[in-house]
């Protein structure tokens, strides 16, 4: 967490965003693959 926030829940809620974003981009990629692999 960055100490110099002046806003630190803003700053959460971006990160809690940015995560939430990411975690879904990778279980899309993984589901992707596994249909990928599955298909052959």
Do not use: C, E, Y
């Not at 100490?3 to 990160?15: A, F, H, I, S, Y």
């Amino acid at each position: 967490m960055p100490v110099l926030d002046p806003n630190p829940t803003d700053g959460r809620k971006q990160l809690g965003r940015i995560a939430l974003a990411f975690a879904a981009i990778v279980v899309l990629v993984a589901v992707i693959a596994s249909v990928a692999t599955s298909l052959g």
